[in-house]
């Protein structure tokens, strides 16, 4: 609108004319001088108005609406100021940064080649755009509050902006608010004032009183409405909030729920409103303490609801501004200025300074609203970013002051921020240059450090009883992070100034004072005469110092930058050394004297501590000083005169010390805490600044230190020193064992500082090396994953390893089956292992050297195991080779060769010799060093022929022999005290070696010649002392096989002679097979080549085998002929495996009423699945063991002060585990004999009723008027057949003779009969999902249609599971598998002798009147009728599962042809025709579903879908399939396939336009039947126990296995033979008065048919291959039961049916009735309760935050299991913590497929639960 020339002329019709009045003038006058005024008058009348809960919601919308539209109006000065705004928007230039501000949960991409610092992250968009993508690059889990860096080159190495940001790097530098209208400028300069000091003024008042009086309305203020606002902490638990919510204000759970939900989302929650009285009661109640030892009470304060009014319109403006700031640059830089310059009523402090400072007096929501306007506001410029640093830097004291002492978490901290600045080299250089920033941060850590120093200065947290101030410093060490991230980000680009060098030394200093607090913390004294009472507290100390590793680090690498820097520190660290008086003693080794600190370490009233950081601060630094200047230079005389060498030597030399004493096992009253500090101190994580800087200190004082007096230091401090002076005064204090462990622990610390160089700065090595070092050793240790060997490397300060840059160049990576990679060290770098590699610890060490010695072994080596050739020293070291050829060095050497050769010695052990060989052969490497470096003398070699030792020494020990250390060498190789074969082989190595360094040398001439004689004659006696042990060894080991071999062949004999009638008949059947002569053999083949019949009167034998069943538990064999019964465990489980819609799945956990329990829809949205173990019991032998486990599990239960919450079994619903295998089971199947295996000697009966007849006999049954409506009362065939017709009497009788006849009796003992009504009880229990306690089971005439269902559905299941591995259909399934069929059959043969039989009859009327009289109804009159077959669901032919169908009809039909309890006769004739009946049914069934190719094709792209059965080739058919061989009588009538395609189709009113052809619809008859037969082939099997045809073994086309699986059950293997007249009429009928088809011909329409044939398998949902895809779809997703666009916290997805849940969450929780164990209603949580709908109690989900897949099984019981996404190593990366790539690895989800395919979940979950004690701790009801 131009307000220039007619905007008085419009006016707006609003109800607030005062404030548009007021804008109209001042946008004439552009005088705003007054416009807070205006707009607080405004707001104090209409806020309240705006948000009174009590008015309705869409006028206080408009109201709302109305308040923003007025402060756009004024700001856009038009009318429409969303398209004022919009052209802002198009008139930006293109951001240079993106800046996109994260969400909780989204994913983000940090690049590891071209980052500064982990924290440079990209969002997914930018990432796709970028250079990146083809790097190597971690993926992370936003926590909100980050923005994205793309753009920012100070953010990046390389590639600073993705392909969109990067074209804004080319535009003008024009100023933004240029491109403002006129007068928007000064518009919004004095707009956003007002809302910012309005918005602060508001949200940081604590009570009404503090509102300023221009926002205070008079006659509002009168009202008496208040409310009682709960506010949040981080201290109490949701459940105590829920319960005191409900104690004090009376709402129900739900509202509690949600009061706590929104308190901890929004920081705040209004509880009650009414009157100030009442309000204030109810805050009193809330606020009460919930016990004694409460440290913080829970918050609430009364408010007036004005008040609260504005603060909810103050957030409201701010969100506004947010939005309108993101339109325009140029308003984001007015936003900059005006929130950065001083304000009106305090000078020097802005309002940004304002709302920092009050940032705890906000709540949560408001926190992280202004953190959101700042990043939106002032972090997309550069300038307004600095300026916002040096802010926050200057409050910085004061910022964490408040913070510590805060009870929210840091996420939601005005100190959040600063990982968005202080990560920015330029800022962070201007900050610690310009503003002291290192001084500031440290100093703000020293601050809260000060109560907790002793009296020495140091920390000491041993009595922290007031845990609020431990609180309290441990909240105040978050400094640390920000003190990473100056340092970090400076030392990418260090240009040092003296300003920069004057304030970083300032910092370094403080930090000094620092670590002057941390030395010598936890001071440990050895315990000697009792155990400790308390362990002491450690943890803090190691926690700081995990802290400070990178900070050290940090330091140190920024000193080496400046030489001018890294001396003044490291004068200052000598100035920090602690000063303390050492009493010495002088002490004589070899002739040496030096004088030596008087500090027993092991001595009861001698402390050590293991915190020594001023000491390797000094070692860290020493490396990168001038060659020239060390400890001793004379610029550091001034602060050395009280610190000489023993004094930095003396310190980690105690610790090493303490070491050796604690491996020795002398520490060992001091409790665990000790041990711990030890393990820390060699912990891959702290070693580099803890454990590696004590041993280059070490080594740097032995580098400037006298030699003899370092080593006399070394050996006084280990107190040896009588050991090496031949003195036994020191021999009383310690045990043989222990003093031979601490000269161990000694000789290894000397190898480790003459050895190890693999240090910069030490040794002439480069990073690479260090790096493969460190694999060499990890991998030498095993075979390890690509995560396990980067857990176990040294990371630098980014957290890299540089793993993945030389792995490798020394190992080899392979993948196992599942995918999963592993590395193995080469072969040929196996020469580079150490023995005595000093990051090993003892169990590491001997793993080490027993596999490089099997692979020495393997490969035909000997066992010597070296330490290879070392790198040279570094300049600055050099000096330490000195201590090789030492006089006291010699003498340790000397010594201790000695005592190995020695007849008598205390002190002698084979672990010392070989530290010995490994220190000669430091030292034959270092003469080799030097000979290449040109000094010819070689000392060590020399030295060690000529030094023979004290000549008092070595008499005692030697006699007169004055033997050299070469001598000493020789004589060890034939002692008798060196018994270790490795050990002689590494003797025999240095011998080895000592002879090709001396052979270097020229000066020594023949002496060294000489001595190399001696030498090899020596080898040669040696050897052949070995060889003739050998020889002995391999003589009795032949001696000791040979009398094996003769025991074994003695067994053998003996076990033939008591089966000789075996072995005979073995014998004459091979003598036969000899003599078979080719025409036998091909008589035999014929006869192998036929195919077994089950079924019909060409039925095959059964399989002739004995069944012998041994009790696990009492180790007694039985068989099925014994009077005892035998079971098996078994779990009964529901399940919607099968199901194939998910719609119509259930929504409660009860059974749906509108479904048949008899007719069951081919749907099968729910069914009841049983397995079993396979592991067989005396079911008295059972009872005395369940018994037993339900005594035991109850005492559990009330020994316990809580029911635990996840037991792995539920003894309450009949769980247990088997004793064998410990799977779970809650019922057990009985072993029921074969109802196909009768008497051989018995001819078959003989029946001549054809199909014809026997389906006019079940027809003139199932008429209603004849004598059906008598089989209630149990009436007889025989009385039947009087009143039928007389065409059919003679075929009734003769099929009931038949049948009568063919029945094999069984009777049911007592306790099998007692076992079944047992397994009966559990299904129906399952399958109604009913407690297991009817005592009138037997009476519900559901019963025995839930046990034929359960079968059916268990069968289908199987045959899924091969279909889906795509396995043969026989001889795949596990033992366990079929076993569980075999029996469920058999018990469905027998259980009927314990149903009441008039059920048994009542429901086949049901299942025969529904298919063979179509036409009238069953009558619902009957209870048994009216409970199995609801009335409200029409049972239509194409909503029918055929198989449930042929099972109910074929053990149901018998029950007509018997007048008593009656048993299934198995495989007759009757089955037959059933089948053939049924299939028929089916082939119909598919008929009426199937679309011709060309309609087929039309909807192929819209059903992408793969047929889980291979499709039907046009193969020329076999010869044999053209014929039908079914034994039944086929009509010659039968007509072709086309025609009954036609005829069904007319009858449903769906006639095909399109041409079908023959040969397409018989393949695909063969084609979606086959699943159908599949479960026929698995039924008749198991029943008539006939073995299956060979073909069915083996993987096969589909028109083969369909032409031998008829051929197996004897029914057409022509589908149109299966179509006779009779059959065609019944089908015809059943579609003409079907009402569901007849419902659909009424609308016009084609029925819809259920499920699509054929069946497809079930599977889970299609994931992404990209898991960044998962987090980013996971991130959008906001909980549905919070207002607005709250992001779910823990977003789970259903792999089952896709959906996606706010799980582990209260504002999701369902309350269920009858869910615990009193049966009140109970809350569940959002997984849990969809577990009920979609799974029926069983359910798979994926937390996509934590890469985790959850099994739960109900809802107590649950486990954990990795997803199945990979990184290029085959690893899963649970919480992402590693941040690879990971991609979907298919064999991992194919095996969680078939988990859940083959209901594995239950097992699954009570295995992991059983196993594993934590899993306890999780409530699996809230997930």
């Known amino acids: 609108m131009d307000m220039g020339n007619n905007s008085m002329s419009i006016r707006p019709s609003v109800p607030n004319d005062g404030i548009i009045s007021y804008v109209y003038g001042a946008l004439l006058s552009k005088d705003f001088s007054n416009l807070e005024q205006v707009l607080h008058h405004n707001w104090a009348v209409l806020v309240p108005q705006a948000f009174n809960k009590e008015i309705v919601a869409e006028e206080r919308q408009a109201l709302q609406s109305q308040l923003i539209y007025n402060i756009e109006l004024f700001l856009s000065q038009s009318l429409t100021p969303k398209e004022v705004f919009a052209k802002l928007k198009a008139g930006n230039a293109p951001d240079l940064f993106c800046g996109r501000a994260f969400r909780n949960g989204e994913p983000t991409y940090s690049c590891r080649d071209c980052a500064y610092d982990p924290t440079c992250v990209l969002c997914m968009q930018c990432f796709e755009k970028s250079a990146h993508k083809s790097h190597k690059y971690r993926i992370n889990t936003s926590s909100g509050g980050g923005y994205c860096d793309c753009g920012d080159v100070d953010a990046w190495k390389a590639f600073p902006a993705c392909s969109e940001h990067g074209k804004a790097a080319a535009t003008d530098n024009q100023n933004p608010e240029s491109r403002l209208p006129e007068g928007m400028v000064q518009r919004a300069e004095v707009l956003f004032q007002c809302i910012l000091r309005y918005s602060y003024q508001v949200l940081s008042s604590a009570l009404d009183a503090d509102l300023p009086d221009s926002l205070v309305e008079k006659n509002v203020l009168a009202t008496d409405s208040y409310c009682t606002m709960l506010l949040n902490d981080e201290i109490h638990t949701y459940e105590q909030v829920i319960s005191r919510l409900i104690k004090a204000v009376g709402v129900t759970n739900k509202e509690a729920v949600d009061f706590a939900t929104t308190v901890d989302r929004e920081g705040r929650a209004p509880v009650f409103t009414g009157p100030k009285a009442t309000c204030q009661k109810l805050s009193q109640e809330i606020q009460k303490k919930f016990n004694l030892n409460d440290s913080k009470i829970l918050e609430a304060a009364v408010m007036h609801h004005s008040f609260v009014s504005h603060q909810d319109f103050a957030q409201l403006l701010l969100k506004w501004l947010e939005e309108i700031i993101d339109y325009s640059d140029g308003l984001r830089k007015i936003f900059c200025r005006v929130a950065m310059v001083p304000d009106e009523d305090v000078s020097d402090i802005s309002l940004l300074e304002k709302i920092l400072l009050a940032d705890t007096s906000f709540w949560k929501a408001v926190r992280l609203q202004f953190h959101q306007l700042f990043m939106t506001g002032v972090f997309k410029d550069v300038e307004s970013k600095t300026q916002f640093a040096i802010l926050l830097t200057k409050h910085y004291i004061d910022l964490y002051r408040d913070f510590v002492r805060d009870d929210h978490y840091r996420t939601v901290s005005a100190t959040a921020v600063t990982v968005q600045v202080y990560t920015v080299t330029p800022i962070a250089k201007v900050l610690i240059e310009k503003h002291r920033l290192i001084e500031v941060i440290l100093k703000t850590l020293l601050k809260e450090s000060e109560r907790w120093k002793n009296d020495k200065g140091i920390l000491d947290f041993q009595s922290r009883r007031d845990s609020e101030a431990y609180a309290i410093f441990k909240r105040a060490q978050f400094v640390i992070h920000d003190l990473k991230y100056a340092l970090g980000c400076t030392l990418n680009n260090p240009q040092w100034t003296p300003d920069l060098q004057s304030s970083f030394l300032n910092g370094f200093t403080t930090f000094l004072e620092l670590l002057t607090q941390i030395q010598g913390m936890d001071a440990a004294k050895r315990f000697t005469t009792h155990h400790i009472e308390y362990e002491m507290e450690w943890e803090t100390a190691f926690t700081l110092q995990l802290k400070l590793t990178d900070i050290i680090t940090l330091f140190i690498q920024h000193c080496r930058t400046s030489p001018e820097v890294l001396v003044s520190a490291y004068t200052a660290i000598l100035r920090y050394m602690p000063k303390y008086t050492i009493y010495t003693n002088e002490i004589t080794i070899a002739g040496h004297s030096a004088n030596c600190c008087v500090f027993d370490v092991g001595g009861p009233e001698k402390c050590v501590s293991i915190h020594l950081p001023l000491h390797r601060l000094l070692a860290g630094l020493n490396h990168h000083l001038p060659p020239d200047v060390n400890y001793t230079s004379p610029q550091f005389a001034p602060m050395n005169c009280q610190l000489q060498l023993f004094n930095l030597l003396e310190e980690p030399l105690r610790i090493q010390v303490m070491l050796a004493q604690i491996y020795s096992e002398m520490w060992k009253r001091n409790g665990y805490s000790i041990q711990s500090q030890m393990y820390y101190y060699m912990y891959v994580k702290c070693r580099p600044e803890m454990y590696d800087r004590d041993i280059q200190l070490i080594q740097s004082v032995a580098a400037v230190m006298e030699p003899d007096s370092f080593l006399i230091h070394v050996i006084h401090k280990y107190t040896l020193t009588s050991i090496f002076q031949n003195s036994d005064s020191q021999f009383t204090t310690l045990s043989v064992k222990q003093t031979t462990e601490i000269v161990r622990e000694m000789l290894q610390l000397l190898i480790i500082i003459l050895g190890e160089r693999y240090v910069e700065g030490v040794g002439k090595v480069t990073p690479q090396q260090i790096v493969q070092r460190e694999i060499i050793h990890l991998l030498a240790i095993s075979r390890s994953s690509h995560s396990d060997l980067d857990k176990n490397m040294p990371e630098d300060v980014n957290s890299e390893t540089q793993l993945e840059n030389y792995v490798r160049e020394v190992a080899d990576f392979t993948r196992d089956s599942t995918g999963k990679g592993m590395y193995t060290l080469m072969d040929e770098c196996r020469a580079l292992f150490n023995p005595c590699f000093y990051h090993y610890s003892k169990a590491d060490q001997s793993k080490a050297e027993d596999s490089q010695k099997m692979f020495r072994k393997n490969s035909g080596l000997d066992g010597a195991l070296p330490i290879p050739f070392t790198p040279q020293w570094t300049e600055r070291y050099s000096s330490v080779s000195r201590l090789f050829t030492c006089d006291v060095m010699l003498h340790v050497i000397h010594t201790l060769l000695s005592n190995m050769v020695a007849k008598r010695s205390r002190i002698r052990s084979e672990s010392h010799l070989e530290k010995v060989l490994h220190l000669i052969t430091l030292a034959l490497h270092e003469d080799k060093h030097e000979f290449a470096a040109g000094n010819k003398s070689l000392p060590f070699t020399n030295a060690a022929q000529r030094y023979k030792g004290s000549s008092l020494y070595s008499s005692e020990r030697l006699g007169s022999r004055e033997l050299s250390i070469l001598d000493l060498l020789n004589e060890c190789q034939n002692s008798e005290h060196v018994t270790h074969a490795p050990l002689k082989d590494l003797l025999g190595y240095v011998l080895k070696y000592f002879s090709e360094v001396a052979s270097m040398g020229h000066e020594c001439g023949g002496s060294i010649v000489t001595k190399k004689r001696s030498t090899e004659n020596l080898d040669s006696a040696a050897q052949a002392a070995i060889d003739k042990q050998k020889a002995l060894r391999a003589k009795k080991a032949a001696k000791s096989r040979s009398k094996i071999i003769e025991k074994m062949m003695k067994a053998q004999q003996k076990f033939m002679d008591g089966a000789a009638d075996l072995f005979q008949t073995c014998n004459v059947e091979s003598e036969g097979a000899k003599e078979t002569t080719p025409m036998d053999c091909s008589d035999s083949l014929a006869e192998e080549s036929k195919t077994p019949v089950a079924l019909g009167p060409n039925k095959s034998a059964a399989r002739p085998h004995l069944e012998n069943y041994v009790c696990i538990l009492c180790q007694d064999a039985s068989t099925i002929d014994d009077d005892t019964t035998v079971v098996y465990s078994a779990f009964v489980q529901r399940s919607t495996v099968l199901s194939r819609n998910s719609s119509h799945r259930n929504t409660q956990e009860d059974t749906p009423t509108d479904v048949s329990v008899l007719l069951v829809p081919s749907e099968l949205s729910h069914g009841v699945f049983t397995t079993t173990c396979g592991h067989a019991m005396h079911a008295s032998c059972f009872k005395i063991y369940h018994d037993s486990v339900v005594a035991r599990e109850r005492r559990r239960a009330q020994r316990a002060l809580f029911q635990y919450l996840n037991p792995a079994f539920d003894f309450d619903k009949g769980e247990f585990f088997c004793p064998l295998c410990e799977s779970i089971a809650n019922c057990v199947l009985p072993v029921l004999p074969c109802a196909g295996r009768k008497d051989s000697s018995q001819s078959p009966p003989v029946c001549a009723v054809n199909l014809s007849n026997w389906l006019k006999i079940l027809t003139q049954l199932a008429q209603p008027d004849s004598a059906m409506s008598s089989l209630e009362d149990n009436c007889p065939i025989p009385d039947l057949a009087k009143v039928a017709a007389d065409t059919v009497y003679t075929n009734l009788m003769e099929l009931y003779d038949f049948l009568s006849s063919s029945a094999n009796q069984t009777e049911l003992s007592e306790e099998m009969a007692a076992t079944v ?107 048994v009728n009216a409970a199995v077959l609801p009335a409200q669901r029409s049972n239509s032919i194409i909503d029918i599962d055929a198989f449930h169908y042929l099972v109910s009809l074929c053990f149901s039909l018998p029950s007509l042809f018997s007048s008593s309890m009656y048993t299934v006769s198995a495989g007759s004739m009757n089955e037959q025709y059933i089948l053939h009946l049924v299939l028929s049914v089916h082939m119909a069934q598919i008929m009426l579903g199937y679309q011709t190719p060309a309609a087929s094709s039309s909807h192929a792209t819209s059903a992408p879908d793969q047929s889980p059965v291979t499709p039907v080739t046009q193969e020329p058919p076999s010869s044999s399939f053209n014929t039908a061989v079914s034994s039944m009588d086929v009509a010659e009538d039968s007509v072709s396939l086309v025609e009954v395609f036609s005829k069904l189709h007319s009858v449903i009113g769906a006639p095909c336009e399109d041409a079908v052809t023959e040969s397409a619809l018989e393949n695909h008859l063969i084609t979606a039947s086959l699943p159908f037969l599949r479960c026929a082939a698995f039924l008749f099997s198991n029943l008539t126990d006939v073995a299956a045809p060979p073909a069915l073994h083996a993987l096969c086309s589909p028109r083969k296995e369909y032409e031998v699986i008829t051929k197996y059950l004897d029914v057409p293997n022509q589908p149109a033979a299966l179509f006779t007249s009779e059959i065609l009429t019944i089908l015809v009928n059943k579609c003409t008065n079907d009402k569901s088809i007849a419902s659909s011909i009424s609308k016009n329409i084609r029925p819809v048919m259920p499920v699509e044939y054929p069946l497809k398998i079930n599977s889970l949902i299609k994931l992404p291959d990209d898991y960044s ?155």
């Open 1669 to 1823: 895809e998962l987090i980013n779809t996971a991130s959008r997703f906001t909980c549905p039961n919070s207002t607005g666009s709250d992001e779910s916290r823990t977003p789970t997805l259903c792999l089952v049916c896709g959906e996606m849940l706010c799980s582990q969450s209260y504002c999701c929780q369902v309350e269920v009735n009858g869910s615990n164990s009193r049966g009140r209603q109970e809350a569940i949580g959002a997984a849990s309760s969809h577990t009920k709908v979609c799974g029926a109690g069983t359910g798979i989900y994926l937390r996509v935050r934590q890469c985790q897949v959850v099994l739960l099984a109900g809802k107590s019981k649950g486990c954990f299991i990795p997803a199945p996404y990979v990184d290029d190593y085959g690893e899963t990366d649970i919480t992402l913590r590693r941040g690879n790539p990971l991609k979907l690895c298919h064999t991992a989800y194919r095996d969680l497929h078939r988990l859940w395919l083959s209901h594995g979940v239950q097992e699954k979950v009570a295995r992991s639960t059983a196993s594993s004690s934590g899993q306890f701790l999780a409530d699996w009801r809230h997930l």
């Open 1317 to 1423: 009504v047992k397994f009966l009880s559990t299904i129906f229990a399952v399958g109604k999902n009913k407690k297991n306690d009817n005592p009138d089971l037997l009476e519900d005439p559901e019963i025995a249609p839930l046990i034929w269902n359960t079968t059916a559905y268990t069968i289908q299941v199987m045959e899924q599971v091969i279909r889906s591995d795509n396995k043969p259909l026989f001889g795949h399934l596990s033992l366990r598998q079929e076993m569980c069929m075999s029996l469920l059959v058999r018990f469905l043969s027998v259980c009927h002798k314990v149903i009441p039989q008039n059920y048994v009859k009542s429901h086949c009327q049901v299942l025969l009147h529904g298919l063979l009289s179509p036409g009238q109804p069953v009558s619902q009159t009957s209870t």
